[in-house]
Nanobody
Framework: QVQLVESGGALVQAGDSLRLSCVASGRTFSTYAMGWFRQAPGKEREGVAR????????YYRDSVKGRFTISRDNAKNTVFLQMNSLKPEDTAVYYCAADGPPYSTPWSAVRLYEYWGQGTQVTVSS
């Protein structure tokens, strides 16, 4: 069992930066690939980024490439999402999620992830 708790969401202006954090419980954090997803009102949940167990492999949705960076600290059971040059269209509730073995594709499929946090709101004003 893994419990995930996100933090760091806020109301910011376009062009600002935010760093989201997600702390996981349990001693098996390093065996989970981690993902960040987001869901805007009236829209489906979509994958934002994913990081492998070691942190050596990352994936991003096209619209955030070059602006967002996912990273992890296995010693602290934490995954981060650094978001720069935020845009109003980035407004959503952001969730972190854990995908245990066996790992599959596509990385952005919601169904792959067994555990989810409660979400943190990010609002970007224009």
């Amino acid at each position: 069992q893994v419990q995930l708790v996100e933090s760091g969401g806020a109301l910011v202006q376009a062009g600002d930066s935010l760093r989201l954090s997600c702390v996981a419980s349990g001693r098996t954090f390093s065996t989970y690939a981690m993902g960040w997803f987001r869901q805007a009102p009236g829209k489906e949940r979509e994958g934002v980024a994913r990081i492998s167990t070691s942190g050596s492999i990352t994936y991003y949705r096209d619209s955030v490439k070059g602006r967002f960076t996912i990273s992890r600290d296995n010693a602290k059971n934490t995954v981060f999402l650094q978001m720069n040059s935020l845009k109003p269209e980035d407004t959503a509730v952001y969730y972190c999620a854990a995908d245990g073995p066996p790992y599959s594709t596509p990385w952005s499929a919601v169904r792959l992830y067994e555990y989810w946090g409660q979400g943190t709101q990010v609002t970007v004003s224009s």
